[in-house]
């Protein structure tokens, strides 16, 4: 997963990191935000693939 905010704040994190909420949760807190800046991007990224020499797949 990786945030980006308006005001260039970027963070990637592994999804096993993100815990998981219950329906009445009030959610998980990823990205602490100055007053005024606001999420510009949120993107999932999917895992590594390795091929079978053990080199990532492109």
């Known amino acids: 997963c990786m945030l980006i905010s308006q005001y ?3 963070i990637r994190l592994p999804n096993s ?4 909420t219950g ?16 999420v510009a ?9 390795k091929n079978e020499n053990g080199g990532l797949l492109q």
């Open 41 to 49: 991007a949120a993107v999932v990224i999917p895992p590594e693939e």
């Open 23 to 38: 329906r009445n949760a009030q959610g998980v807190r990823l990205l602490h935000l100055d007053p005024g800046d606001r």
């Open 8 to 10: 260039g704040k970027i």
């Open 17 to 20: 990191q993100i815990r998981e």
